[in-house]
């Protein structure tokens, strides 16, 4: 079992940044693909971005592309989420995603199996 814990996340005008993390706990044994995806209401969940722990690969979805990094603490088993030049459009709820078994990571979401609890982004105009 894995349990991953989001930080708070927070409200920021446009134009602002806000950094959130995860932090996995649990059977970390193995390398795995810890992703970030978001849910506005009425929308879809979408993936926001993804890291490989074993080698710091990433992926980033279109939406967010050169506004958003991800990168990783292996040795306090987190994920952070850097996001930049944020705009009412990033407002959503967030959660971090762990998926084992499969490589180069995706923001497919059914690969990712444990989940965390989500954390609220909201971006005024």
């Known amino acids: 079992q894995v349990q991953l814990v989001e930080s708070r996340g927070g409200s920021v005008q446009a134009g602002g940044s806000l950094r959130l993390s995860c932090v996995a706990s649990?059977?970390?044994?193995?390398?795995?693909?810890m992703g970030w995806f978001r849910q506005a209401p009425g929308k879809e969940r979408e993936g926001v971005a993804t890291?490989?722990?074993?080698?710091?690969?990433?992926y980033y979805g279109d939406s967010v592309k050169g506004r958003v990094t991800i990168s990783q603490d292996n040795a306090k088993n987190t994920v952070y989420l850097q996001m930049n030049s944020l705009n009412p459009e990033d407002s959503a709820i967030y959660y971090c995603?762990?998926?084992?078994?499969?490589?180069?990571?995706?923001?497919?979401?059914?690969?990712?199996?444990?989940w965390g609890q989500g954390t609220q982004v909201t971006v005024s105009s």
């Open positions: 649990g059977y970390m044994y193995d390398d795995y693909c």
């Open positions: 995603a762990a998926g084992f078994g499969f490589y180069p990571c995706t923001l497919t979401q059914t690969r990712y199996k444990y």
């Open positions: 890291v490989y722990t074993g080698g710091g690969g990433t």
